[in-house]
Structures are given as C-alpha cells and as structure tokens.
C-alpha cells in the first residue's frame, strides 16, 4: 500500500510591512494628501491617532463622515504609488526564504487587505506575481483583518488546512486574523517593537526580516493550542 501524499503546507504573506518594507510611505502619503486637502499635520501624531485604522476612517477622522471615501482613498493611494515606487524592494531575506519553501514543496500565498491596485504596483513592480500560487486581497473577502476570512481564503486556494499554514505579518490586526483563523504567525518588526505582539499566543518568532528563518524549523515550531475562531 502506497503512503499517503504528505500534507499541504502553505505560507501566506501579508504585503505592507512585510513582503515590503513601506509603511513609513503610507504615513508620509498620507501626510502629503491631507496637505493638498488643507491640513498640516504631525507625524508622530497622525501615526498615534490612526494606528490601527482602516482607510476609511481615517478619511472621516479628518474630511468628515460624508466625505467621497472611495474617491479620496483611490487618490491618497496615487500619491503613495509615486512617493514609494523609487524604492520598491522586497525586504530582506524574502527571496531566499521563498525560494526555499518551493523546493519543500510549500505553497506561497498574499493574504493583503491591500486594494487590487496596490497589489498589482507591488507585485507586479517586482515581478512577484507568478512566484504566488494564491493572491487574496480586500477585493476578494467580505471582510477585512483582524477578521480570518482573507487567511482562510488563501489557505483554501492553496489546498492546506489552517494548522499547516504560517502567516507572515507586521501588524496585530493581522496577526489576530491568523489566531482566528487556526494558524501561526511569524511577526517582522518592520512596523512595531515586538511588545505589540506579547498577547499573542499563536506567534512562533519575532523578526526585523526573512534573513534568519528557516523553512523546516518554522513548521517544526509549535504555540500554544490554536482553535480556529470563524467570528
């Protein structure tokens, strides 16, 4: 009798702040928007005061409740597509990290609450696209992270169950995601300090980049009971 096939296993990235290093572009695009749009504000705190947020309210925050949010975010994303394109570079590591997991077999997901635009500057813009076997972005879920739907997605386009699937983030947002969503994550700290991530019981590492990780050692690491919570 034939062995059964070994499991599918997947690793999904998110994008901002962790396939690229850019989220201080955000910040800045942000900043250079809402000065076209008459305010002058202070970086460190615009970063406090909208940690966490979704673009949208961030929009409300400063122009109101019924400014044209979708018109607005689509140009705040125009300016930041022109302030980060000199610099678009995969953060280090990444390329033999993922070049590793092809070889033991290892699926390569996005799981992005980026829009489809941002997605295609990126990936396209560092010919990324046809290393992935799933891209999964705002577009293609209901709803957004912390909420596991973008993971979950992405582990089913990839053929691997939640506990065989490790996520890659930046941000606590994300990282809740992966704890609903059954799976482990590994966190960069191209973002936060690693104190943001102490509450989490579904991390496995903390790194600055891809540099140190190792493909067998990272499926070998174990956290503590993982419970997928589908909420």
């Known amino acids: 009798m034939n062995a059964s096939a070994p499991a599918q296993r997947a690793f999904l990235f998110d994008m901002d702040g962790t396939i690229v290093d850019n989220m201080a572009f955000h910040t800045t695009s942000w900043l250079a928007f809402f000065e076209r749009h008459g305010h002058a ?89 046809q290393r992935f076997d799933a891209i999964v972005g705002a577009s293609d879920v209901e709803r957004g992270k912390p909420h596991p739907d973008v993971f979950l997605k992405g582990a089913q386009l990839a053929g691997a169950l939640p506990h065989n699937c490790i996520v890659f983030e930046d941000a606590p947002l994300g990282v809740e995601a992966a704890r609903r969503a059954g799976m482990r994550a590994v966190v960069l700290t191209t973002t936060l300090p690693a104190e943001a991530f102490a509450a989490f019981d579904n991390v496995i590492a903390i790194v600055p980049n891809f540099s140190t990780l190792d493909v067998d050692a990272l499926f070998a690491s174990v956290a503590p009971a993982l419970a997928p919570h589908h909420q």
């Open 41 to 129: 504000l202070d970086a460190d705190a615009f970063f406090r005061d909208t940690a966490e947020r979704h673009g949208r309210e961030i929009i409300a925050k400063y122009l109101g409740e019924d400014a044209d949010h979708v018109t607005l975010l689509a140009e705040k994303e125009i300016v930041y597509r022109e302030l980060y394109g000199p610099h678009l570079a995969t953060v280090a590591g990444f390329d033999a990290l993922t070049a590793s997991a092809r070889r033991n077999k290892v699926a390569l997901v996005v799981g992005s609450a980026a829009p489809t635009e941002n997605i295609d500057f990126t990936l396209d813009g560092l010919d990324l696209r």
